[in-house]
């Protein structure tokens, strides 16, 4: 069984910048991928950014990038999002997910396992 426990949202100014943190426990990660999704109020849960345990590529959704970083900590079994210049349009529950084939996708019916999100609010 797989667990993922996503952490690190908060409250921030518009501008400012947060880390979340996906850590993952039980098999092993080595040819998975992880990716970030998020859902607003209102709104249908959307990919932010998705990476790859084994070859370390990226891909991200056009609203977050060159603001946006995904990075893993393979030993740690960790995944990280930098979130920087952050805009009140990014305020969401974000959840972090495991894709057990790595397809790389942006569609969130590929993932198996979730997070159980954590609440990202930027004030204008």
């Known amino acids: 069984q797989v667990q993922l426990v996503d952490s690190g949202g908060g409250l921030v100014q518009a501008g400012g910048s947060l880390r979340l943190s996906c850590a993952a426990s039980?098999?092993?990660?080595?040819?998975?991928?992880t990716g970030w999704f998020r859902q607003g109020p209102g709104k249908e849960r959307e990919f932010v950014a998705v990476i790859s345990w084994s070859t370390g590529s990226t891909n991200y959704a056009d609203s977050v990038k060159g603001r946006f970083t995904i990075s893993r900590d393979n030993a740690k079994n960790t995944v990280y999002l930098q979130m920087n210049s952050l805009k009140p349009e990014d305020t969401a529950v974000y959840y972090c997910?495991?894709?057990?084939?790595?397809?790389?996708?942006?569609?969130?019916?590929?993932?198996?396992?979730w997070g159980q999100g954590t609440q990202v609010t930027v004030s204008s």
């Open positions: 039980g098999r092993t990660f080595s040819t998975f991928a």
């Open positions: 997910a495991l894709d057990v084939i790595a397809t790389m996708s942006p569609n969130r019916y590929q993932y198996t396992y």
